[in-house]
C-alpha cells in the first residue's frame, strides 16, 4: 500500500530556531501533499497545500512566511518552522495521495512530528 | 458547529462489546471517510463512503450514510482493546475538494 514516512519524529529545541520536516511518499508520486497541525486531543487543522513545483496554498491564519513549504520533486515536501517559538509546539502531520489528487480516494499520512520548542 | 463534528467526543466500553460513533456535517459532501489514529502517530483510513451510498462493511467496521440528515455513524463489532483510538471523520466540503475538513473526533477506549 501507499506509504508516507515524515521525519523527524521528534524535535526539541530552544527558542529561535528554524526546523525542517519532510514528507516523503515512498512508493508513489504525489502532485499534492497536505500539512496539518494537530493540538493535544484536538483535531487536525489544515496548514496548507503543498503543490510540486509552485507555490503552497496557505489556509486562512497560516502564516507563509512563519511556516515555509518546499515541494521540490513528486515525492518529498518539506514545512520550515521559522525562529520557532514556544507556541508553535505542536504536532504537525502530513498527507498525500497518488497521483492527480481528488476528493474520492483516501489520503496516507505520516507519523507525524511532535515539536516542542522550549 | 464544524464540518465533520464527531459525538460522542469520548466512549469508554468493554471488550466484547460494540461501539457506535456519529459525525454530523454541514454541507453537501461527494463523499465521507472515516480515519484512526493512535496517539502520538498519524492517521490511518479506514473506509471511504461515497454520497450516493448507505452502507459500507469492512471487516468489524460498518459505516452508514445519510445524506438527508448530513449525518454518518461508524459502528466497530466485538470490540478489541487494540481499538483503542481516535476516530476522526472527514469530508471533502470543496468542489473537487483536494482536502479534507476533520471533526474533533471521538476518543474510544475500550477496557479488557
Known amino acids: 500500500g501507499a506509504v508516507v514516512s515524515q521525519h523527524p519524529s521528534r524535535v526539541i529545541c530552544k527558542s529561535g530556531t528554524s526546523v525542517k520536516i519532510e514528507c516523503r511518499s515512498l512508493?508513489?508520486?504525489?502532485?499534492?501533499m497536505f500539512w496539518y497541525r494537530q493540538f493535544p486531543k484536538k483535531s487536525l487543522m489544515l496548514m496548507a497545500t503543498?503543490?510540486?513545483?509552485?507555490?503552497?496554498?496557505?489556509e486562512q491564519g497560516v502564516e507563509k512566511d512563519k511556516f515555509l513549504i518546499n515541494h521540490a520533486s513528486l515525492t518529498l515536501s518539506t514545512l520550515t518552522v521559522t525562529s520557532a517559538h514556544p507556541e508553535d509546539s505542536s504536532f504537525y502531520i502530513c498527507?498525500?495521495?497518488?497521483?492527480?489528487?481528488?476528493?474520492?480516494?483516501?489520503?496516507?499520512f505520516g507519523d507525524g512530528t511532535r515539536l516542542s520548542i522550549l | 458547529s464544524q464540518q465533520g463534528e464527531e459525538d460522542p467526543q469520548a466512549l469508554s466500553i468493554q471488550e466484547g462489546e460494540n461501539a457506535t460513533m456519529n459525525c454530523s456535517y454541514k454541507t453537501s459532501i461527494n463523499n465521507l471517510q472515516w480515519y484512526r489514529q493512535n496517539s502520538g502517530r498519524g492517521l490511518v483510513h479506514l473506509i471511504l463512503i461515497r454520497s450516493n451510498e448507505r452502507e459500507k462493511h469492512s471487516g468489524r467496521l460498518r459505516v452508514t450514510l445519510d445524506t438527508s440528515k448530513k449525518s454518518s455513524s461508524l459502528l466497530i463489532t466485538a470490540s478489541r482493546a487494540a481499538d483503542t483510538a481516535s476516530y476522526f471523520c472527514a469530508t471533502d466540503a470543496r468542489n473537487y475538494g483536494q482536502n479534507f475538513v476533520f471533526g474533533p473526533g471521538t476518543r474510544l477506549s475500550v477496557l479488557p
Open positions: 512508493d508513489f508520486q504525489a502532485t499534492t
Open positions: 503543498s503543490n510540486e513545483g509552485s507555490k503552497a496554498t496557505y
Open positions: 498527507s498525500a495521495a497518488p497521483g492527480t489528487v481528488h476528493s474520492n480516494q483516501p489520503q496516507h
